[in-house]
């Protein structure tokens, strides 16, 4: 660790690191309209995900979007002797509160609002961050993306509840439920950004450290 | 002299000599480079053999089942997917089906395909896309959060109905569990390695 070389990215060293099987080779240099693939699994290999920021900005902007429809519209209709109730994603959670299951409420508050808006929010800074060649705190950054990368999953709760609310509560004129239209744009959301955390590339927060280095 | 670089910040690292049970991490941005696991081969396989058990009883066996007064609502694991297609919504029960039955049960496929010649010494074909497939997989598996969706489900209907969980219900609690075990026992590094040696 006392030696100076350690500190040299693959990229500076004219390496390059697989995606998926994690082999260390050496760039080759594709020309146009070429790709380059790993020695060992075959995948296609970059030194950066390609067009890491124009591609996250593009699918956190669409998600943005959709998550108003998600919010406005309901995501379930109940209909009980003839009388529908629409259900959105908040008024889910305000329900929860009322009838004492705050833990519930929690859940569904902190996987349906909560997590997709900070999920906005780190994505929008740390590019940002990358676009204004940040050099503030990148270990930081790193965990902040590391964590938006793991959690975002965890939204996909209140699609399933609604799946399982619609099989059971199936009882023809007495009580039936039904996906509402927010359902499909909540679930675009969640695949969405999981895809723009996807597309981010971590590496480019460091990358600035070793221009200036 | 082996190499590894960081794949959160490129960092490039010099492979260690480590004991099993270890992880290396980056000195620069501390994300685990990769982890030594013991018996990597033969525990992935023990959980993988008895998570498809599970699957094959939580997929088959009664699932929830509704009741309030006379009336009683059985369901399956697959009729909240049945039912949203049903009601137009084709691309949220695929979905649905993609993240909690497709993508779970081909991981496991995935899993005993790479790994049994793995351990019987002989040489799969395809393995290595096939195992490069499976890595693209792991964020769309989503049982675990199924099973969130599950309890929050039960407690929804609980003031009007009462919800009793079948077989199927435990089988998936319990698949839930036992996959993440056959994933966190995957040595990726060994396996790489012995992918790529044949």
Sequence with gaps: MKNEKIFASAKQLGLVSCHDCHLLSRWPKPAHRQIALCPRCGGPLHQRKVHSIARTWALLLAAIILYIPANVLPMTVTTTLGSAQADTIMSGVSYFIHSGSWEIALVIFTASIFVPLMKFIILIYLLLSVQFKSVKRPKDRTVLYRITEAVGRWSMVDVYVVTILVALVKLGVLANIEAGPAAIYFASVVVITMIAAESFDPRLIWDVMEVDA | ?198
């Excluded at chain 2, 497709?102 to 002989?122: D, E, H, S, T």
Aim: hydrophobic share 55%; glycine share 6%.
């Design chain 2, 1 to 198: 002299m082996q190499q590894i670089a960081c794949h959160e910040c490129d960092l490039v690292h010099t492979v260690p000599k480590m004991a099993v049970g270890t992880s290396a991490r980056c000195v620069r941005c501390g994300s685990v480079l990769f982890s030594i696991k013991a018996q990597s081969i033969d525990r992935t396989l023990a959980w993988t053999i008895a998570g498809l058990v599970l699957y094959g009883v939580a997929v088959s066996f009664p699932f929830l089942t509704m009741k309030s007064g006379a009336i009683m609502q059985q369901t399956a694991l697959l009729s909240g997917m049945q039912q949203l297609f049903l009601q137009g919504e084709i691309v949220l029960a695929t979905l649905v089906l993609l993240t909690c039955v497709l993508i779970p049960l081909l991981q496991m496929l995935i899993l005993l395909y790479v790994f049994l010649p793995l351990k019987l010494n002989i040489r799969a074909i395809y393995a290595i896309p096939t195992f490069r497939l499976f890595q693209h997989f792991r964020p769309w598996s989503m049982i675990e959060i199924y099973m969130l969706g599950i309890l929050v489900a039960i407690v929804k209907l609980a003031k009007i109905a009462t919800i009793v969980p079948g077989l199927a219900v435990g089988a998936f609690g319990l698949l839930v569990i036992v996959l993440t075990c056959a994933i966190s026992s995957i040595d990726t590094h060994l396996i790489w390695q012995r992918l790529g040696s044949d």
